[in-house]
Every structure is written in structure tokens, then in C-alpha cells.
């Protein structure tokens, strides 16, 4: 991928990346910031997706090695999970094209909101675990690769889609929870970006610059949630679910903002 360096804009997105970074780590949705902040930089689409994914992996794999470190990782289950997710996400970055994409954009700011009700409501968010309704292997063979594939046709909520089937399904404790979100994250983002790098999409100087950025920043956002628990994960996957289902409505071509105002249009 050519594209004309400029050092600045290289060591501003690189910031931007560490801040990204760090909210990732801990409630996910650091695409939010980063993938605005690339398109404004001058990069296409294609481009900015495929960059986007190097720097997300190298902040998902930071923040596995950080909660790894701490032991909130169990490896029997948990590669499973992973290989699950990888697989599944490069098969959805192959189908991308042959995907109704009018029923995701509709249809995840709803499951996003959802998602913020629960973790805003849900009487269990501590750092226990509880009982299982489901086994690793059967979470391995089921949720994770609906939510990698989803994750390499599309993306947003990924993070948010994973938790929740940890804390519900799996019942692990919040923390515990977001370790294992964090090894799925980084399995899935690292299968599509396989992809995105083998078709020759990813700005590399970028990219890397952004890598270096997000492993800092997931590192910091890390310790914060091992330290803060329930009491800041919590609270930020609310607003990070909300506010991704804002991003995807705020596209005046999103089907279901179309609806509403279809809706109260024909009065």
C-alpha cells in the first residue's frame, strides 16, 4: 500500500493509539477512536480497516500477555476459545461481499444496546466467577466462532459480544471475563489481519507506528482494570456499547435510522 508519510500525522496517531490502547484493554471499543482518526488522516476505507486490525491485534495480544501474567487466564479452555474465534474471523473477512450488510447495520446498534442494558442492570458484574451454563467446548464450538466470524465481516461490538458470553454463558467474574475477551479479541483481529495483509491493504509505517502505540496504552488499561475491577469495567462497557451504537446511527444511510425516520416522516 503506497502512501505519503507525513511524521506528524504518524506520531499524532501514534498517541492516539496509545489512548486507544488503554480504553480497549479494558471495556473494548478502541475503534472508535482509532478508525475515525485514520480515515481523517487521508487513508481509504480498505486501508484504514486493514491498518485499524494491525493495531488492535498488537493491543488485544498486550493486553493477553498482561492478564496472562496475572493468571486470569485459563490456557486448557482458552485456546480453544482462541482458535475458534481466529478461524471463524478469517473465514468472515472471505465472505465479506456475500454478507447482507444492510442487516448489520441495522441490527447490531440494537444487540449493542442490549448489551448496555444487561451489564447496567445485571445484579451479578463482580470479580467472582459463578456457575457455567455451558462448557468451554461447547462455548468454543458455538459463541466464539458466531462472534469471530462477525468480527472479521464487520466488527464493532466484537468486544462487547464476547463479554457477555463469558459473564452469562461461561460465568466467569468481570476480570476475569475481560482476560479471556482480550485472547478472543486478539485471535480474531489477527486472523482478519492475515487477510487485509496478504491483499496488500495495511499502511505498514502506520500501522506499526499505531502497533507500538496500542501495546503501550493496552498495557496501562490493563493494570486499571486488575486493580479497579467490576468498578471501572463496568461503567465503561456501558458507555462504550452506547456510544458505538450511536456511531453506527449516526451513518444517514444505516437501514434502521432510515426506518425511524420513514416512520415519523410519513406521519
Known amino acids: 500500500m503506497i502512501f505519503d508519510i ?25 475503534g472508535l477512536i482509532t478508525l475515525p482518526a485514520l480515515l481523517l488522516s487521508g487513508l481509504d476505507p480498505v486501508a484504514a480497516i486493514a491498518t485499524n486490525k494491525l493495531q488492535g491485534s498488537a493491543g488485544s495480544i498486550s493486553s493477553t500477555i498482561a492478564f496472562a501474567r496475572r493468571g486470569l487466564i485459563h490456557w486448557p479452555d482458552a485456546w480453544k476459545i482462541a482458535l475458534s474465534a481466529g478461524l471463524a474471523s478469517m473465514a468472515g473477512a472471505l465472505c465479506v461481499s456475500l454478507l447482507p450488510r444492510p442487516i448489520l447495520d441495522g441490527g447490531v ?75 478472543a479479541n486478539a485471535a480474531s483481529n489477527v486472523g482478519s489481519l492475515c487477510l487485509f495483509a496478504a491483499g496488500g491493504h495495511v499502511v505498514w509505517v502506520i500501522g506499526l507506528a499505531m502497533a507500538l502505540g496500542a501495546f503501550i496504552g493496552a498495557q496501562i488499561g490493563s493494570a486499571l482494570a486488575i486493580r479497579l475491577g467490576a468498578r471501572l469495567i463496568r461503567p465503561l462497557l456501558v458507555t462504550i456499547a452506547c456510544l458505538m451504537a450511536l456511531r453506527l446511527l449516526s451513518n444517514p444511510e444505516n437501514p434502521l435510522r432510515q426506518a425511524v425516520a420513514g416512520l415519523f416522516g410519513g406521519g
Open 6 to 30: 507525513d511524521l506528524g500525522v504518524v506520531a499524532t496517531l501514534f498517541a492516539v493509539a496509545v489512548a486507544a490502547g488503554c480504553v480497549d484493554a479494558i471495556a473494548g471499543g478502541g
Open 109 to 183: 446498534p440494537v444487540l449493542l444496546v442490549g448489551i448496555a442494558l444487561y451489564f447496567a442492570t445485571a445484579k451479578r458484574m463482580s470479580s467472582e466467577d459463578a456457575a457455567a451454563r455451558v462448557t468451554p467446548l461447547v462455548f468454543a464450538l458455538t459463541i466464539a466462532p458466531i462472534v469471530g466470524f462477525y468480527d472479521g465481516v464487520f466488527g464493532p461490538g466484537a468486544g462487547a459480544f464476547y463479554m457477555i458470553g463469558f459473564v452469562t454463558l461461561l460465568g466467569l467474574g468481570v476480570v476475569r471475563a475481560t482476560a479471556h475477551t482480550k485472547l
